[in-house]
C-alpha cells in the first residue's frame, strides 16, 4: 500500500522497535503482522488481533492470521480472536497497539453489533498498553465538522473526533503526521470509490499513555 520510504517512515513514528510487543489490531491480509514480526525480531511479540466482531466474515481473517503464524520465522507472532474489549484478557502488556485504517469501524454497526463502542475499545486499549506505550491510529479523514457521522458511509472519521475521543480514555497526543496527507481528496466518496481508493487523505496520530 505504501512504498518503501513511507513505511519505514510509519515504523519510526509508531515506535516499533526490536524486542517490541506489539498488538496488530484487525491485521487483514497480515502484512503489518509480518513487518512488525521482522522489525521486534525473536525477543519481541506481535499479537495479530482478529476482532470477534469480524471473525464471520466469509474470508476467514482468524484462519488466515492462524496460518500466518505458522510461516517459518513466525515464532514471535501470535494470532488471537476476541471480542475488541477483551484485548486485556488475550494479550499481554504492549509497547505498541496499532489501528490501520480500522478505528472508524468502531463507530459502524458491524462494530458495535456485540456492544463495543469507541470509548469501551479506547479504554480497552489503554488498560492493555505499558505506561509511556504508543497508541498509533491511521485513517481515512473526513471532513473537518464531519465527527463520526461518515464512518458508516464512507468509511471516514474526522481527525479531530479521533482525537476528542482517545483523549477522553486518557491518553496523551505525543505526535501527528501528513505523511499520508492528499489535499486532492475532496473527503467526499467512499474510502473504497476507484476513484480515491489507495489515495484518500489519511492522518496519523501517536498518542502515549502517561
Known amino acids: 500500500m505504501y512504498d518503501q520510504s513511507k513505511l519505514s517512515e510509519l515504523i519510526r513514528f509508531a515506535r516499533v522497535d526490536a524486542g517490541s510487543t506489539v498488538i496488530d489490531v484487525y491485521?487483514?491480509?497480515?502484512?503489518?503482522?509480518?513487518?512488525?514480526?521482522?522489525?521486534?525480531?525473536?525477543?519481541?511479540?506481535?499479537?495479530?488481533?482478529?476482532?470477534?466482531e469480524v471473525a464471520h466474515f466469509k474470508n476467514d481473517p482468524v484462519g488466515r492470521i492462524r496460518t500466518l503464524a505458522k510461516e517459518?520465522?513466525?515464532?514471535?507472532?501470535?494470532?488471537?480472536?476476541?471480542?475488541?474489549?477483551?484485548?486485556?484478557?488475550?494479550?499481554?502488556?504492549a509497547d505498541v497497539v496499532w489501528l490501520h485504517l480500522f478505528y472508524?469501524?468502531?463507530?459502524?454497526?458491524?462494530?458495535?453489533?456485540?456492544?463495543?463502542?469507541a470509548a469501551d475499545v479506547n479504554r480497552a486499549v489503554y488498560e492493555r498498553l505499558k505506561r509511556g506505550g504508543s497508541?498509533?491510529?491511521?485513517?481515512?479523514?473526513?471532513?473537518?465538522g464531519a465527527g463520526a457521522n461518515d464512518a458508516q458511509s464512507l468509511h471516514r472519521i474526522a481527525p479531530a473526533s479521533v482525537r476528542e475521543e482517545v483523549e477522553a480514555?486518557?491518553?496523551v497526543l505525543d505526535s501527528e503526521t501528513t505523511l499520508l496527507a492528499n489535499n486532492g481528496d475532496a473527503h467526499?466518496?467512499?474510502?473504497?470509490?476507484?476513484?480515491?481508493?489507495?489515495?484518500?487523505?489519511?492522518?496519523?496520530?501517536?498518542?502515549?499513555?502517561?
Open 188 to 210: 467526499t466518496v467512499k474510502a473504497f470509490d476507484p476513484s480515491i481508493k489507495g489515495q484518500t487523505d489519511r492522518f496519523a496520530y501517536r498518542f502515549v499513555k502517561p
Open 104 to 117: 472508524h469501524d468502531l463507530h459502524t454497526a458491524l462494530i458495535q453489533a456485540r456492544g463495543a463502542t
Open 135 to 144: 497508541y498509533v491510529i491511521v485513517d481515512h479523514a473526513a471532513a473537518a
Open 72 to 93: 517459518p520465522g513466525r515464532e514471535n507472532v501470535e494470532a488471537v480472536s476476541a471480542d475488541l474489549v477483551a484485548m486485556p484478557q488475550v494479550t499481554h502488556p
Open 27 to 52: 491485521p487483514g491480509d497480515g502484512d503489518w503482522t509480518r513487518l512488525f514480526s521482522d522489525i521486534v525480531g525473536p525477543e519481541g511479540r506481535v499479537y495479530s488481533f482478529v476482532p470477534a
Open 169 to 171: 480514555a486518557g491518553f
